[in-house]
């Protein structure tokens, strides 16, 4: 009788450390838990949209028109910077119609066969034009200004550029879709002048040029 | 007669004296016992271990960067209270990897160390890079790991403090403060500083974000 009491006595003892364990083994994971303390911030940091272009110096033609000399050609180069994301335009226009002025004269507008549409350079007998067409990394892209890489040499214009005459309204001459390195993009703008079969006025003839570049 | 009454009164009495001594002897042991015992009680106190951090603010860095701006810095901070008897410990981590970014547009580098993990001084952006670190400073966080500093630098300028030393984020638990013992009732109070940087490139115009979360277990 007492062997079957000290029996029962086991097991019960046995089950309730059992149970006690169970328990304990639950419980554990969220007291865990409840001694870490969770908290979060938003860290913002803005970056503003930016846009430069260099200021280049004025540009002198060369050579000189004269009666012994037709072709006149200038070369600027704007270099544009920004971080936009989604990048830039650049534009030229002119302050005047038609741009190249001296006083009462002036060279008449590059005129293309298609208006508006730049072309090889091609001045009819006659006429005393100006005209511009442009190169650099971001022109390409356009399609629209020939494959040149440089503006020509002596008097004459690169062959393979493409030409048109400045309007009073910008013209894009450059374009990228993405933020441009930091030391900018550089697009070259050459000038162009010719007189075929007919005299210029003598005197200086000026042209005041504008480029903006433009967050897209 | 009045003899029988005088007998019957006395007898009587002798017998209430008899029944009275029957109960003191028998009442007697129990008031004996009474006076000579003795009992404990044990008084139990749980103080239950708990740990509270405080809700930091958002943290918009500053100055804007671009491109003018190349630096830009930030910063936030927790107060961490504790009656854990062996202290605490506040870990930080990110929820993204990299911390810093604009969406899928563009995204800021977790800082570089040297070696990776161990914070070092600001300043090692390598020209081409755009970064995004952190450093801390508190009365529980270790000088030798973080630096000597108790600001986060100069909020117009971009600039980090030199005597700060940084480390990128990282999307497991970075520990930047503890303490073995209980904290004042007030909390302990540790400062996160940001600080970002482009070097010699453009990180795209836009907003960037990261979030950060802080920890505070106790130990």
Redesign the interface.
Known sequence: MKKHFLKQIFTSSVIMMFLVQVIYVYLEPSEVTAATAPDSVVVSLTVDSGITITTPTDVTMAPNIGISSDGSIGTVLWTVKTNKTTGYSLGVKASASPALVSGANSFTDYTETTNGTPEFWSVASGQKEFGYSAFGTDVTGLGLWGTGANCGSGSTPNATLKYVGFKAADKTVATRNTVTPTTGIDTTVCFAAQQNGVYVASGTYTATITATATEI | MKKIFVRKIFGLSLVLLLFIQMVYLMAEPAKITAATAADDIIITLNVT?????????????SP??????DR?V?S?S?T?ATN?ATGYVLAVKS?TSP??K?GT??Q?TDYTEATPGTPVAWGGVPAGGKE?GYSAYGADVLDATWGTADNCGNTGTGVTNVAQKYRGFSTSDVTIASRASVTPNVGVTSSIC?A?EQN???????????????????S
């Open positions: 271990s708990g740990v509270t951090i405080s809700n930091g603010t958002d943290a918009t860095m804007n960067m671009g491109v003018t701006s830009s930030g936030s927790w961490v854990s929820l911390a810093l604009n547009t563009d800021f995004f940001f970002a010699a490139v453009y990180a795209s115009s836009g907003s960037y974000q990261a979030t950060i979360t802080a920890t505070a277990t106790a």
